[in-house]
């Protein structure tokens, strides 16, 4: 398991324009440092206590982004550094992200999640919901709604992710100040590329299984 080269190898195939943000939730601070150490600058975390330790402990130029979902009384303690919040799937929770960035004194990048799984564990807004917020989005002064992002279904059949992949895709076409389009994980992220995804999020291609 060689992190650097791992990385390497997802870059050569992701088209210009797709960012990549290496998923290093549950892994050691040894392993990021690694994939640090190859030039790679983004990271990927789901829980706000591990972003916060991570952060503390490993180089300031990182850019942390929080892609799991978000508990509006945990905006707080994210709220100083983080460089981009992937899951916002409530206005509760836009609205507690633009009060804590005004008192940091920064803008706060965020995507809005839409629901496109079929199972309804996965949280997110439907495309009427999201777009009513969109529409008002200059009301938040103090984050910056950047783009959309979504989780397929954890199925084998790539008929049906290619299918939510697209309909996602189709929504955030629609709106032309968008730039960001987050979707596909390790078992599907050539599949969200095909689908004109911007932000593939991987992890276990990257850093291996996890434990848990
Ligand atoms: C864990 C996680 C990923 C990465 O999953 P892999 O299958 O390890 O690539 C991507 N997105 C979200 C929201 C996650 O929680």
């Known amino acids: 398991m060689n992190i650097s080269e791992n990385i390497q190898k997802i ?3 992701l088209p210009t324009g797709v960012d ?3 998923v290093s939730k549950t892994q050691p601070h040894s392993k990021i440092k690694e994939a640090y150490d190859s030039g ?5 975390e789901n829980k706000v206590q591990e972003l916060n330790e991570k952060y503390e402990k490993l180089p300031k130029d990182i850019r942390w982004h929080m892609i799991g979902h978000l508990q509006t009384n945990k905006v707080k303690y994210i709220a100083p550094f983080i460089d981009l919040i992937h899951a ?3 206005e509760k929770l836009l609205k507690e ?6 008192q940091n004194n920064r803008k706060i990048d965020c995507l809005l999640q ?3 799984a079929t199972e309804n564990t996965k949280f997110g807004f439907s495309e009427n919901e999201a777009n009513k917020i969109l529409l008002r989005k200059e009301e938040y002064k103090n984050v910056n709604i950047r783009g959309l992002m979504g989780m397929a279904t954890f199925t084998n059949n790539n008929i049906q992710i290619k299918e939510e ?3 996602l895709s189709n929504i ?6 968008l730039n960001t389009l987050s979707m596909g994980m390790s078992g599907d992220y050539k599949i969200a590329i095909k689908s004109g995804s911007t932000m593939v999020r991987i992890g276990s291609t990257i850093f291996g299984a996890r434990n848990y």
Request: aromatic share 18%; no cysteine; proline share 0%.
């Open 20 to 22: 990549l943000v290496a």
């Open 88 to 90: 916002v799937d409530s």
């Open 172 to 177: 955030y076409n629609k709106y032309k100040d």
């Open 40 to 44: 790679h600058k983004i990271f990927g």
């Open 11 to 13: 870059k050569k195939d």
């Open 97 to 102: 992200i633009d009060k804590r960035a005004f």
């Open 114 to 116: 839409i629901h496109i």
């Open 165 to 167: 992949f697209d309909y």
